[in-house]
């Protein structure tokens, strides 16, 4: 067992008294207050609260805590460890990789992030995962999935290796049928969502960031069978044409989004369409540019393109985009455990410490389809709540410091304790 962990922990109640109450939804902190879980549910949300008595009751003095609802990060990758040696990744056996990605999602939770949504895998590891997981066979978030992405010939994932070497685990499509017929197979694998590549990316070196990719046909194919079911769609975009194009198929999120204008901004407002902008996966690449193992092509990318993206995020925010938190944890150095340094970046790019957390909780959540049960601490929503040793409103990295994540509680169960004895 890890220490300071105390995984599955159940009583038939939890009551955390004294605490400051971020709930999620940009309100006001309520100080001083109580809150109560049952049967995995918040009870209550109560004002100068008291403990609940009972052998069968937990309680958790929170006097000088911040309570906030489980963190959500909507765009990880669970299978990558961030080191930017590409071979060293593919030289993995499947099983490996498997067995770190649940290292991956027990230090992801261990940090107070209860809910992520995985933007890449393959081989099913995602999938199987995320079924362990709700299980209950292994400690980690909550998953939503999206196996394998889609892409174009060359396109964004879509690396050149010499033509004696193949991967029999990827999704390269070239019409709308190809596009069609690759969502319905991972959907029938399992996939909670689709991912799509409408444009070029930073880590794959013969692809443009700001050149096209799938197509709007080919995508609209591709959302068409994700809602079919019930799915959402997520879109990998950088560039201006990709981002419009993106939008225009009906896709629920633009990823990264480096190239925003004032016309893709109110398409984006006009079909609600959500940002996760993920600042931390460039910052990384250029803090770490000297390293060993990182690749030159990668960090020109970023040198070239990082002022675009920082000011794209600063216009969308200003202009009332919906803003959700993503990471693209297991990107070069930037490590699963790690997540809430994007919060830091946020709010140095202009968003309150108040609107961050919003970004990681309820608007999370509205973009994943949980707001019903998760991300805000309200009666009757599921119990993901984290009790923080500090105020992030006053100094958000108190959010990154795993050692002030105190009590982690998923679903009703504390899932991490590290109160002082």
């Known amino acids: 067992m890890t220490p300071g962990t105390s995984p599955d922990v159940t009583a038939n109640a939890i ?24 049967d995995g549910r918040i009870v209550s949300v109560e004002p100068e609260g008291s403990p609940a008595a009972g052998d069968d009751v937990v309680h958790i003095d929170a006097r000088g805590r911040t309570v906030l ?28 990789v498997a067995f770190e990605a649940s290292v991956h999602a027990r230090r ?24 362990a997981i709700k299980e209950g066979l292994l400690p980690g978030p909550r998953m939503l999935v999206s196996g394998l992405p889609l892409t174009t010939t060359g396109g964004h ?6 033509p004696q ?7 390269v499509v070239d019409s709308p049928d190809e596009a069609r017929k690759a969502a319905r197979t991972e959907l029938r694998n399992g996939a909670d969502l689709i991912k799509l590549c409408a ?3 930073v880590m794959t070196e013969r692809s443009i960031v700001t050149s096209r990719c799938l197509t709007v046909p080919e995508m609209r194919a ?3 069978e994700a809602r079919n079911v019930g799915a959402k769609t997520m879109a990998h975009a950088h560039g201006t044409e990709s981002i419009k194009n993106a939008v225009l198929a009906g896709v629920d999120s633009i990823e990264h989004g480096m190239y925003l204008t004032d016309e893709v901004i109110e398409l984006m407002l006009e079909h609600d369409v959500f940002l996760v902008p993920t600042l931390v996966a460039p910052y990384h690449i250029l803090e770490n540019a000297e390293k060993a193992g990182m690749p030159e092509w990668a960090v020109t990318k970023c040198r070239e393109h990082g002022d675009a993206h920082r000011a794209s995020f600063r216009r969308a925010l200003a202009a009332g985009v919906k803003i959700a938190m993503g990471t693209d944890a297991a990107t070069p150095f930037n490590y699963h ?9 946020m709010v140095k790019e202009g968003m309150t410490a108040m609107q961050a957390i919003v970004a990681a909780t309820s608007r999370a959540a509205e973009l994943l389809g949980l707001s019903d049960r998760l991300g805000t601490v309200d009666p009757n929503k599921v119990a993901d709540v984290i009790v923080v040793a500090g105020d992030p409103l006053a100094d958000i990295s108190c959010l990154r410091d795993k050692s002030r994540i105190e009590v982690v509680i998923k679903d009703g169960k504390i899932a991490v304790d590290r109160r002082p004895a």
Do not use: Y
């Open 15 to 38: 009551t955390i008294t004294g605490a400051t109450v971020i709930d999620g939804t940009g309100k006001p902190p309520v100080p001083n207050a109580a809150v109560v879980i049952k």
């Open 69 to 96: 609802p489980g963190l959500m990060d909507c765009h990880v990758h669970i299978t990558g460890d961030g080191n930017p040696d590409i071979l060293r990744q593919l030289r993995k056996t499947i099983p490996r």
């Open 108 to 131: 992801t939770l261990e940090t107070g992030f209860t809910t992520v949504r995985d933007a890449g895998a393959g081989h099913l590891i995602d999938i199987s995962l995320r079924d």
């Open 157 to 162: 994932g879509d690396q050149f290796w010499p």
């Open 165 to 171: 070497i193949e991967f029999t685990d990827r999704r």
């Open 199 to 201: 444009s070029g990316g």
């Open 222 to 224: 591709a959302v068409e």
């Open 337 to 345: 455990g790690d997540n809430a340094l994007e919060l830091e970046l």
